[in-house]
C-alpha cells in the first residue's frame, strides 16, 4: 500500500494509554511499532519485528532496571535504539530502527519516518489549559479506510442517522464555517427531543444535555477533531483523534477533558459518576459512528447532495490534494 497522508504529524497515543513499563503496539501506515514507557516517563519507540526470526517485540516484556525490550521468541534484548544487549550492556550497531517521536506533554505525536510536511498542532494544548485531563475514550481499530473516518467527522447530517437512537438530535444547525488551510471551525447549534426514564438510565450522560445547545468544533487536519459543547456539565471538549494503521483500518481514541463548573460535580462520588458517565457517552459515539463506517459499501459518486456537505468537500479536497494518486 501507498503511505496514506505522508508526512503529517499523528498523535499515536496519550501517555495514559501506555502504562508503565508494559510494551504499546502502535501500526501506522502499515508498519508495526512498539513504544513503551519507564517509571521516570521516558517513552521508547522502536520498530516491532525482532531482527533475529521476526517475532513481534511488542508480545515481549521490559526489563525496568535497562530501559530494553526482550522479545518473546528466543529472549534477545534490545535498548531504546535498537541495540542487541546482554545484561542491559549493547553490543555493536542498531539493528532494529527507532521511531522518532515528538513528546509534547502527555502527548506523544509522531511522523512515521517521513520527512516533516506540517509542524504539530498546538490545538488540544491551547483548548485545555487550565482544564484536567479525564481520560481516553472509544479506543479501537475501525475496519475502514482513513477517508471515510475523517469525513464523518466533518458530516453535519449524519446526526440523525448514525445517531438517532441516543441523542435524539431534531436539528442541528450550523451557523459558522470557517477554514484558514489546514484548521476549520464549525459552529453548531443541537436541537434535540427529550430522552426517557429508560435511555437516561441506560446512558446517564444523557442528564449532562440540554434539549438545545451550542458547540463549537474546531479541526486540524488530519489528526484532530475538537468537540466543545456548552453542556450542563462543565466544559468538556473531547478531541477525537484519527491516524491511518492500513489502507482499510482507521486507529480512533478520544481525550477528554473537562472543568465541573456545576458545583456538584465537584464531590468526589458524583465527579467519578460525571467522568465515568462522560467517558461512557464518547464510547457510545465513536461506537455509532464506526458502525457507520464498517457497513458501507464501496465509494461512488453521490446522486443526491444534502445541505452543509461544503465542510466535508473540504476535508476531502484536503486528502485528495495531499494524497494525488488515489
Ligand atoms: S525472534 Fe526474536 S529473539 Fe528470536
Ligand atoms: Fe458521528
Known amino acids: 500500500m501507498l503511505p496514506i497522508l505522508p508526512g503529517a504529524p499523528w498523535l499515536v497515543a496519550h501517555r495514559s494509554m501506555l502504562g508503565v513499563n508494559q ?67 549493547a553490543q555493536g550497531q542498531a539493528v532494529v530502527q527507532p521511531l522518532e517521536l515528538h513528546i509534547k506533554d502527555d502527548l506523544i505525536w509522531t511522523y512515521g519516518g517521513f520527512e516533516p510536511r506540517l509542524p504539530i498542532p498546538d490545538l488540544i494544548p491551547r483548548r485545555t ?20 473516518c475523517i469525513k464523518i467527522n466533518y458530516d453535519f447530517n449524519h446526526q440523525n442517522g448514525s445517531h438517532r437512537k441516543s441523542f435524539k438530535i431534531k436539528d442541528n444547525p450550523v451557523h459558522r464555517f470557517e477554514s484558514d488551510g489546514y484548521f476549520a471551525k464549525v459552529e453548531q447549534t443541537f436541537i434535540r427531543e427529550r430522552n426517557t426514564l429508560k435511555e437516561i438510565l441506560a446512558n446517564p450522560g444523557l442528564i449532562s444535555m440540554p434539549q438545545s ?46 472543568e465541573w463548573k456545576n458545583p456538584l460535580f465537584q464531590l468526589p462520588g458524583l465527579n467519578v459518576l460525571a467522568k465515568n458517565a462522560l467517558l461512557k457517552a464518547t464510547a457510545m459515539v465513536v461506537e455509532q459512528d464506526s458502525a457507520t463506517l464498517e457497513s458501507l459499501y464501496p465509494q461512488q459518486k453521490p446522486k443526491i447532495r444534502l445541505p452543509k456537505e461544503e465542510i466535508m468537500l473540504y476535508v476531502e479536497k484536503l486528502y485528495r490534494e495531499w494524497q494525488p494518486h488515489e
Open 23 to 89: 510494551p504499546y503496539k502502535v501500526t501506522l501506515n502499515c508498519q508495526d511499532y512498539v513504544l513503551w514507557q519507564n517509571t521516570q516517563r521516558n517513552i521508547f519507540a522502536l520498530e516491532n519485528t525482532c531482527p533475529h526470526m521476526q517475532a513481534p517485540l511488542s508480545n515481549g516484556w521490559i526489563c525496568e532496571s535497562h530501559d530494553t525490550i526482550t522479545c518473546p521468541f528466543h529472549a534477545l534484548e534490545f535498548d531504546r535504539e535498537g541495540r542487541l544487549c546482554k545484561d542491559g550492556l
Open 129 to 148: 489549559a487550565g482544564l484536567t485531563f479525564v481520560g481516553v475514550a472509544g479506543e479501537k481499530s475501525i475496519h475502514a479506510d482513513f477517508l471515510s
Open 213 to 258: 445547545y451550542n458547540s463549537n468544533l474546531e479541526y486540524t487536519f488530519p489528526s484532530t477533531t475538537m468537540f466543545d459543547g456548552d453542556v450542563d456539565f462543565g466544559q468538556i471538549p473531547q478531541f477525537y483523534i484519527l491516524y491511518p494503521e492500513t489502507d482499510r483500518r482507521t486507529k480512533t481514541f478520544v481525550l477528554c477533558y473537562g
